[in-house]
Nanobody, 111 residues
Framework: QVQLVESGGGLVQTGGSLRLSCSASGLLFRANEFGWYRQAPEKQRELVATISRYGVTNYADPLKGRFTISRDNDEGKVYLQMNSLKPEDTAVYYC?????WGQGTQVTVSS
């Protein structure tokens, strides 16, 4: 059974940083592409970033330069480094692969 568990969310002030982690189990980690998505209150879920099995990354245009996705194939983890956070980054952040989703981790950025 594939399981994704996100962690690392929390409350941070504007301009601060957070590093989210996604631990994956029950799959051949190295073979999968992973993505981070987010959903703010009363908004649709949106793409944040993806990373292919080869480490090729893709970002939502507005987030380029502030967010960095990475993976550790040995640890079976995917990370999202978020810098220069803004109140509009407040959302639940989800890890996903192959249409499987984690439970999400809340990120709140105070102004």
């Amino acid at each position: 059974q594939v399981q994704l568990v996100e962690s690392g969310g929390g409350l941070v002030q504007t301009g601060g940083s957070l590093r989210l982690s996604c631990s994956a189990s029950g799959l051949l980690f190295r073979a999968n592409e992973f993505g981070w998505y987010r959903q703010a209150p009363e908004k649709q879920r949106e793409l944040v970033a993806t990373i292919s099995r080869y480490g090729v990354t893709n970002y939502a245009d507005p987030l380029k330069g502030r967010f960095t996705i990475s993976r550790d194939n040995d640890e079976g983890k995917v990370y999202l480094q978020m810098n220069s956070l803004k109140p509009e980054d407040t959302a639940v952040y989800y890890c996903s692969t192959a249409n499987i989703w984690g439970q999400g981790t809340q990120v709140t950025v105070s102004s």
